[in-house]
C-alpha cells in the first residue's frame, strides 16, 4: 500500500514517541509498519562494546520471539557494522563474505532483514531491524521509506537508553539508601556502646524524647559522642523514613553559612547562577542535626530562631517563607549560658533550644565501657585496614585503657586503637603508647604526700613500676605481664626492681 511520505513520517513518529516504555512504543509502530513492509519481527539492538557484541532492548512480532538477544561480534564484522550509515538488507545467500560470516550469528537462514543504523550526532547507538520470512523480501524502496524514519527512531532509541540509565542509577541509590539506612539505624540501648551501663541514663532520655518531635539539646565534651545520640534519636522517631542533614557549623565559612542553611535564590549575588535549597529544605520531613551550634554568627542565630519558632525559613534574596517540616537536633561543647552572658549567643535562642538538654557524660565518668569501646574499634578498624584477623588486647592493657583519663574522650580512644593496629606486629595489642604519651591520664605519678615534680628519678620509676604490677597483680613474665606492658626483658625489670627495693612475683591480696 503506497502512503506519502510526510504522512508516514508523522505516522511512525506519533507511535514511536508515544510512550517512555520503550516495548509499548515499538509495539505501536511495529503494528503501522506492517501495513508498508514485509515484517515478521522488529527487533532494536544496541552495540555493547563492553561484550563485544549486539544487546537486545526491545522487540515486536507476530507470534514467538526468536532467541537471539546478544550477538557477539568477530572484529571484523564489528567495525563494518560500525561503519554502516544507511540502511542495508540482509540476504543469508549473500555474496559479501561479511554478510556470510554475520548471517549465521543471527540465525538469518530463510529470512531477510532490512536494518537502519540509528545515530546522534554521528555516534551510532543501535539499529532498527525489520525481519520477515523468505529470502530477498526487501527492495530499495523499502529502504527509502524506512530512511524517512531514522529521526525518530534514533530519538526514541536515545531516550530509552537514557530511561534505562536512570531507572538503574535510581534503583542503585535506593538499594544503597536501605543499606546505609540499616547500616545506620541504632537499636536503642543494645546497638550503642554502653547504652546499658555508663549511657544508661542518656538513652533513658533518648526514648522519652524520640517519639516526640520537640527541639532536642546535646551538651558535653568533644569527642563524646553526641553525634550518635542524635543518630539514635532520629532513627527511633516517626521521621526515621525522612531525610537526616547533618551540619557541622563551625566547619562553614562565615561568609557562606545563610546560603548553605537557608539557600538562596539565583542571582542574590555574586556567583548566585541557579537557586539553591539549603540544608533546611533538604531535611523537610526528617531531622537536621546542627552540631557546634555555638559556632553560629549573630545573623544565622537570627534566622535559625526565626525556623524555630515559626517553622518557616527564607532564602537568601528571597522574599517569600517557605514553609519546613523538621525537627532539630544542636549539639554544642561550649557552655552557652556563659555565652548568653557575654553576649555571644542569643539568649531568645538559648531558651528554644534548651527545652529539653540532654547531657553526654565524658568518657572517664562511664570508664566500665571503655573495655566494650575498645574491642568495638579493634574489629571496625581492621575491617577498614584489611586485618583479617583481629588481634586480642592483653588484660593488663584493658586495666590501664580503664584507668586513663581519655581527655580526648571515645574519638581518642578510636584513634589510639587505630594507632596501635598500624604500629601491630603480631601478638596481643599492648598499647604501649599509652605508657609513653600519658597526657591527661590517671596513673597516679606521685608518691604519697610528694607532687610528682618534687620527686627523684627513683621514685618517680618505683611508683610507675608499681603501678603496672598493681595491673598485673604483680605478674612479671609472660603475656599481660609487667615486662610485655614496659616492653623491656623481664630479667631487665627484675634486677631493676630490686634496685629500687620492689618485691617481685605475684601479690597474694
Not at 510512550?19 to 509499548?24: D, E, K, M, T, V
Not at 548568653?340 to 549567643?345: A, H, K, L, P
Not at 588481634?391 to 586503637?417: D, F, K
Not at 627484675?494 to 612475683?505: A, H, P, V
Request: a neutral charge; proline letters at 6%; aromatic letters at 6%.
Amino acid at each position: 500500500m503506497a502512503v506519502e511520505k510526510d504522512e508516514f513520517f508523522r505516522e511512525v513518529t506519533l507511535r514511536i514517541c508515544s510512550s517512555l516504555q520503550i516495548n509499548i512504543a515499538f509495539e505501536r509502530a511495529f503494528e503501522y509498519l506492517r501495513d508498508h513492509f514485509p515484517i515478521d519481527h522488529m527487533f532494536l539492538d544496541i552495540p555493547d562494546k563492553s561484550l563485544g557484541a549486539t544487546r537486545r532492548i526491545a522487540f515486536a512480532s507476530v507470534g514467538h520471539r526468536p532467541p537471539v538477544e546478544i550477538v557477539p561480534l568477530p572484529e571484523g564484522v564489528w567495525e563494518w557494522l560500525g561503519g554502516l550509515r544507511a540502511p542495508f538488507i540482509l540476504n543469508a545467500s549473500d555474496a559479501d563474505e561479511r554478510i556470510r560470516t554475520f548471517a549465521p550469528l543471527i540465525k538469518l537462514e530463510g529470512c531477510s532483514d532490512l536494518s537502519m543504523p540509528l545515530r546522534i550526532e554521528d555516534e551510532l547507538i543501535g539499529f532498527l531491524i525489520l525481519r520477515a520470512k523468505g529470502e530477498k523480501r526487501y527492495t530499495s524502496d523499502h529502504m527509502a521509506l524506512l530512511s524517512v524514519v531514522v529521526e525518530p527512531f534514533a530519538m526514541a532509541l536515545a531516550n530509552a537508553l537514557a530511561h534505562e540509565a536512570v531507572v538503574r542509577y535510581r534503583d542503585i541509590l535506593l538499594d544503597d539508601n536501605r543499606f546505609l539506612r540499616s547500616e545506620l539505624a541504632p537499636k536503642l540501648g543494645d546497638e550503642i556502646i554502653g547504652g546499658n551501663t555508663g549511657l544508661r541514663n542518656v538513652m533513658e532520655m533518648v526514648q522519652q524524647v524520640a517519639p516526640l518531635s520537640n527541639t532536642v539539646l546535646l551538651m558535653g565534651e568533644t569527642g563524646t559522642g553526641k553525634e550518635v545520640i542524635a543518630n539514635a534519636i532520629h532513627f527511633a522517631s516517626p521521621r526515621k523514613d525522612g531525610p537526616f542533614i547533618k551540619v557541622n557549623c563551625g566547619a562553614i565559612p562565615e561568609g557562606l553559612i545563610d546560603s548553605e542553611l537557608f539557600g538562596h535564590e539565583k542571582g542574590a549575588f555574586t556567583g548566585a547562577v541557579t537557586e539553591k535549597r539549603g540544608r533546611f529544605e533538604r531535611a523537610t520531613g526528617g531531622t537536621i542535626f546542627l552540631d557546634e551550634i555555638g559556632e553560629l554568627p549573630p545573623q544565622a542565630q537570627v534566622r535559625l530562631l526565626r525556623v524555630l519558632q515559626q517553622r518557616e525559613i527564607e532564602r537568601v534574596g528571597g522574599d517569600r517563607p517557605i514553609p519546613v517540616d523538621i525537627r532539630v537536633i544542636a549539639a554544642t561543647h561550649r557552655n552557652l549560658e556563659s555565652m548568653v552572658t557575654e553576649n555571644r549567643f542569643r539568649e531568645d535562642l538559648w531558651f528554644r533550644l534548651n527545652v529539653f538538654p540532654i547531657i553526654v557524660p565524658p568518657l572517664r565518668q562511664r570508664r566500665e565501657d571503655v573495655p566494650a569501646l575498645a574491642r568495638h574499634f579493634v574489629m571496625v578498624k581492621c575491617r577498614e585496614l584489611g586485618i583479617a584477623i583481629p588481634p586480642a588486647i592483653v588484660p593488663g592493657a584493658l586495666e590501664r585503657l580503664m584507668n586513663y583519663g581519655w581527655p580526648g574522650n571515645v574519638r581518642e580512644l578510636e584513634n589510639l586503637v587505630e594507632r596501635e593496629l598500624i604500629r601491630h606486629r603480631g601478638g596481643q595489642l599492648r598499647f604501649d603508647s599509652l605508657l609513653s604519651d600519658d597526657k591527661g591520664g590517671e596513673f597516679k605519678h606521685v608518691i604519697e604526700g610528694k607532687a610528682a615534680g618534687h620527686i627523684s628519678l627513683d621514685e618517680a620509676m618505683t611508683a610507675h613500676i608499681s603501678n603496672v604490677l598493681k595491673l598485673t597483680n604483680g605478674k612479671i613474665h609472660g603475656p599481660g605481664g609487667a615486662a610485655e606492658l614496659l616492653g623491656i626483658n623481664p630479667n631487665t625489670l627484675r634486677g631493676r626492681m630490686g634496685k629500687l627495693g620492689l618485691k617481685s612475683g605475684r601479690r597474694t591480696g
